[in-house]
């Protein structure tokens, strides 16, 4: 087997047996978080071992504090958390490999992207020294979150499974991406924020993430690469399979310089990456809320669309207008029905205040659930078009429920959705188009995603980015089409 | 006086002390919901009178009906409601003229938009027999709202009074732009929605919101426009006083034939609109997110920055960048900071984990409200900057505010905030870059975002929008200086 993809077993790194964390000290911010996290996310709770190290304290908060890595009553590691001062960090490095812990996570900071080359450069000699023994993240990172095995890198981290693995480069962005996944409940699998990586790489881990049966969609956020005609390889073994969505940080000059001083790579032209994901099939993403939404698009059971035809279903004209400025300019197409559906549309809906030809507006009456599932199923049918991109202001169901003495929109509206994309092989995806902010209104809406997710439907708040991402599918398709045979 | 810039005395429409609502029926979608709506706005409590008129019910839902316009108990009007099927509206437009009414709203539709040129012609030819009694808005429109005299076109619209008068060919815009300021606060001024607009146009309005001392930022949301000539005249002169914000609806070829279906009109190419925003200094939108976020920074107390250059201040390195990458996407500089700056920030902030140099990277330090109000200091002082774009994670207050100990954090970070704005001369721009959807932590943003816009700080969760506003903001003080001394 090729070796540039050869993955390698990283179980004892998202699912340790024994946790040793090095450095605790009595300040919440350092090694002391990550005893916290995990026994606060039920990691020791079921079975799993956390051994907290200083020799300059016995106990601290009630919880065992052990001398050293080599003390009798440790046994053996899985994965070691090193959370020491910067310039102790080689010798812990050291002290790993002889113990033969399997993963350590470099918690600290303070080498090359501090400006203290020297530093690292020590670092990454003890680490070449001992890696045969030892793997390690980081440093300057924040580590691995697990929810199957529970392993967590904050306390109060929300325990909710998914099939998102995902690697950044940055701790911030590490968790933004962890969090709004969770919090919609789309959960997550494999987070693991690599920091400066003076050891593994994304591309260790892409390797482990392709053969990982629970990923069904990879998230990388990364500002440079270290081999970029090995990770190309591996990129292309990879999106043959599964997804990749990657955010690049430093897509400008100005953001590049930043990176120096953040995670301290070489970045690359935004050209350059932009090439790379073409010949990949790799799908790029240059801010965070598309590249959330990319990333839920792909992590439900996605259908992909086959080609750039879209029909639009809109309630109301400006609606309709504003989603085909969207959809043309970014690069999709609206075409004209069929016929056979205008007519179909007509026998459905009332002449006065809709449009039957695309963008499609089916006026007030399309608020009303039954009638919007006869339009789906409808327009469905039609061979001039190959996704549906849809309109639900959830948070005017219960506006609308009055008006039309029509309870239970919501539940209405999902129950046939989840019966008609079923029935139906073309795409949908859904847009909210936000009204109101309040926080009864944006419960509404939140609630109602939760929802669509659940059945399989892409759904966002965000018109651009649900058009985008119509159109990076339709891109991945083609994408499969010339590439996958060849797995 | 120059005519075309006359405006036309529109108090009796936004103030009217007298409404005949003509064409109720018991259908709430029709012209009942206008006496709902003025009911419970709260008009006809501050003294406005309504006349429900139709000679088929002496009542309905227990409110009197007139048989007529003309029954001598209906006084004179200032604003009648026509909501009566299409082909009777030219019969009621002449009663209109016939009884003196000042203004009236067409909000019957199944005209031009729904292909029926010849009624629409001969709407057009009534319209124009009485318009020197009567003018006219609409037809295919929902008329007009004022939070301050309490007039309504909807049931259950919050009266929340601001500066943002609104003129919009979608019935479906209007609302959305007017719920969306008034849900964070904001509020609203004049709100019109025009429709096909047969008599009075945008550029009526413009003419009128000019003259209109509570009106601070005028927004349009436009399809098409009468009056190419005329309207660049008018935008110019209103400019020079007041923001102007278009949202031009039908961007794209597709999107332009959806305009013909909706308000009828003939639409122009984008490259038009955007030749005769830049002659005109009106800040051109492309989707309502960033209309919204838009209209919004200029409706408070907004400084307009002098340049392009601005210092980002993020916690972390990841956002920091970016920023960075949408500054400059959005043709902003991040200018190097002075050595002064530097030697300040690093005299308040520790080395590690930081960084700077612009972007600035505060680290986790930035987070106290005291040391971040520091920074805020600092730079503003620094020559080679003009505006300061900054983070303020609202949802994560409560989360530091136990790790650092500091109750309140939200309640200080504003406090430091309205006094610092009133020290420093260059404008502020907040951005909460959000992490999570939980309804929980969405309400702090909002709440944050509401206090933030109380004290005059332009604030959005989308960078992309906040970034191209500082640089809208640039080019408008740009035209400002270059265009004002004409007044």
Redesign the interface.
């Known amino acids: 087997m090729d070796e540039d993809l050869k993955a390698i077993d990283m179980k004892p790194l998202f699912f340790p047996k024994t946790i040793a964390v090095i450095g605790v000290s009595k300040n919440?911010?350092s090694g002391l978080k990550f005893v916290l996290a995990n026994y606060m996310s039920g990691y020791v709770e079921s079975g799993g071992k956390v051994f907290p190290i200083n020799p300059k304290y016995k106990e601290i908060e009630g919880y065992k504090i052990y001398p050293s890595l080599f003390d009798p009553e440790v046994p053996d590691i899985d994965l070691a958390i090193i959370a020491v001062p910067?310039e102790n960090v080689p010798n812990v490095v050291r002290d790993c490999g002889k113990k033969r812990v399997k993963f350590a996570i470099i918690f600290s900071?303070?080498f090359g992207?501090?400006g203290l080359e020297d530093l690292e450069i020590e670092l990454r000699k003890a680490v070449k020294e001992v890696n045969k023994y030892t793997r390690f993240i980081g440093p300057n990172c924040l580590g691995v979150h697990n929810p199957y095995s529970k392993v967590c890198y904050y306390p109060?981290s929300v325990i909710c499974p998914g099939n998102v693995s995902y690697v950044?480069?940055?701790?911030?962005?590490t968790?933004?991406l962890s969090?709004?996944l969770?919090?919609?409940g789309t959960g997550v699998n494999n987070i693991v924020s690599i920091g400066n990586s003076v050891d593994l790489t994304a591309i260790d881990f892409v390797n482990y993430f392709r053969e990982d049966p629970v990923t069904k969609v990879i998230a990388l956020?990364l500002?440079s690469i270290p081999d970029g005609r090995k990770f190309m390889k591996v990129l292309k073994e990879t999106t043959k399979i599964k997804p990749i969505i990657i955010w690049k940080?430093?897509?400008?000059?100005?953001?590049q310089?930043?990176?120096k001083?953040?995670?301290g790579g070489l970045a690359g032209s935004i050209e350059m990456w932009k090439a790379m994901a073409k010949q990949t099939g790799v799908i790029l993403a240059?801010?965070?809320?598309f590249f959330a939404d990319a990333v839920t698009a792909f992590s439900v059971k996605y259908k992909l669309p086959k080609d750039e035809k879209v029909c639009i279903l809109a309630c109301?004209?400006?609606?309709?207008?504003?989603y085909?400025?969207?959809?043309?300019?970014n690069g999709l197409k609206?075409p004209e029905l069929s016929e056979v559906t205008k007519k179909e549309l007509g026998e459905v809906f009332p002449?006065?205040?809709t449009?039957f030809?695309n963008?499609v507006?089916l006026g007030?009456y399309g608020y009303i659930p039954y009638n919007f599932d006869k339009a789906l199923r409808i327009v469905a049918k039609d061979p001039n078009i190959s996704s549906i991109l849809f309109v639900r202001e959830a948070e005017r169901f219960v506006?609308f429920q009055n008006?039309l003495g029509i309870p239970n929109m919501e539940k209405i509206t999902i129950d046939l959705m989840n019966e008609t994309t079923k029935l139906i092989d073309k795409p949908l995806f859904c847009s909210t188009?936000?009204?109101?902010?309040?926080?009864e209104?944006?419960?509404y809406r939140?609630t109602f995603k939760e929802k669509m997710l659940k059945i399989d439907v892409p759904v966002s708040d965000?018109?651009?980015n649900t058009c985008r991402i119509i159109k990076e599918m339709v891109a991945y398709n083609n994408y499969l089409k010339r590439n996958a045979k060849v797995v």
Chains 1, 2 share one sequence.
């Open positions: 919440k911010v910067a900071s303070g992207e501090s109060g950044s480069m940055s701790g911030g962005h968790g933004r969090h709004w969770v919090s919609q956020y500002e940080g430093g897509q400008t000059e100005e953001g310089k930043a990176t001083s953040h995670t240059d801010h965070f809320e109301g004209g400006g609606i309709a207008i504003e085909s400025d969207l959809c043309i300019k609206i002449p006065v205040n449009s030809t963008p507006d007030e506006l008006v188009s936000p009204n109101s902010q309040e926080v209104h944006y419960t939140y965000l018109i651009a």
